[in-house]
């Protein structure tokens, strides 16, 4: 049997009880807890998350993008140099990039300053890094499929597109 759907299932909506994964899968309980556990020993299923909308919190928070420029080390290539930097704590996620910059990092803290200087302090001192270019986000729209904010007329507002 495929995961492809149960993780599919799950990425939508990591709060499917078992039971419900059952139903949806036409799968026996033994089957379905047996595959989520190979799953998240195989590190497929990294973790359950839930997606807050920060702005509607009273929680001081900000997101920063960090582009990072680096040299390629003979037979590492970036991973030593990704592996110094996805070590941070305030690392939240992390990719390497074709284009301009090496690596993407996006980062969140308390303040601009507080972002900054872990930029300064840790981030470009990091021995192959050769630049970093940091955004700050203002404002989020939608994050992993779900959208934050609410239209203006509780309407959909796309525009139409005919041939």
């Not at 089957?31 to 989520?36: A, D, G, H, K, T």
């Not at 990294?46 to 993008?65: F, P, R, S």
């Not at 939608?142 to 509780?154: I, P, W, Y």
Request: net charge negative.
């Amino acid at each position: 049997m495929s995961d492809g759907l149960l993780i599919q299932l799950l990425q939508k909506n990591a709060r499917y009880k078992v039971s419900d994964l059952v139903i949806a899968l036409a799968e026996s309980k033994d089957s379905i807890v047996e595959r989520l556990n190979r799953l998240e020993k195989e590190k497929i299923i990294c973790g359950y998350h839930t997606i807050v909308n920060w702005d509607k919190t009273n929680t001081e928070l900000v997101t920063a993008m960090i582009e990072i420029n680096a040299i390629p080390e003979r037979e590492y290539g970036y991973d030593r140099i990704a592996s110094h930097i996805y070590k941070y704590e305030e690392i939240e996620t992390m990719y390497l990039l074709s284009g301009d910059y090496d690596f993407m990092c996006i980062v969140k803290g308390r303040t601009m300053q507080e972002v900054a200087h872990f930029v300064a302090s840790k981030l470009a001192c990091i021995p192959g890094v050769t630049g970093t270019k940091t955004t700050f986000v203002l404002k989020p729209y939608k994050t992993d499929g779900h959208v934050l904010v609410d239209d203006e007329d509780g309407k959909n507002t796309r525009l139409v597109v005919t041939p």
